[in-house]
């Protein structure tokens, strides 16, 4: 019971939409109605500034990881973190404070991995900045990212032990799911990007000049 109690804390704390209130709170509006209509942190960067979009990352990255922590905090055994990641992960992706219209995960993964393996989390954030550089496109760094992550959960601890020491398989089922997931969310970015109308970065290679 006490476990349960704390998957649905989890959960809640997923939940906070952070775009959402920062918009309506210090901004005076709902970014759901502007850009791409997502809750998330790129739409926040792109409707309300790099100010609002920086600390709305920091928030997503801080429930995932906060979440996952629960059990260590709470002295919770027998469960692995990383169940209490998923929770705040469904909570970002379907939140109960606006109206199970959330963002697309990938934020709140990280904070996730964050606190369940911190080597494994640098890595990534450096992978997805390299991506990022290369494309200039957030939508596609992620995908790409997520893909690539996914894989090394398989095979990291025979070619690269650094970042994962032991097998885990909850990590790669769930990063498995994260990454069909974040694919989906994108769909409307894969055909943009097929098209070439994708919204670019100020940033990297393939940046948009103006």
Known sequence: MKIILFLFIAYLLGSIPSG????????KKDIRQFGSGNTGTTNT??????????????MDIFKGTLATMLPLIFHLENINPLWFGCAAILGHTFPIFARFKGGKAVATSA???????????????????????ITSMVSLSSMIAAFIITILTIFAPKIAP???????????????CVTFFIVFRHK?????????????????????KK
């Open 20 to 27: 959402v209130w920062i918009g309506q709170l210090f901004f």
């Open 45 to 58: 960067f792109r409707v309300l500034g790099k100010k609002a979009g920086i600390i709305v990352l920091f």
């Open 111 to 133: 904070g996730m991995l964050l606190a369940y393996n911190p080597v494994f989390f640098i890595f990534s954030i450096l992978l997805f900045i390299i991506l990022l550089y």
């Open 162 to 176: 650094f970042l994962l020491t032991t097998q885990d398989w909850l990590l790669t089922v769930i990063a498995v």
């Open 188 to 208: 409307d970015n894969i055909s943009r990007i097929k098209n070439g109308t994708e919204s670019k970065v100020p940033f990297g290679l393939n940046q948009t």
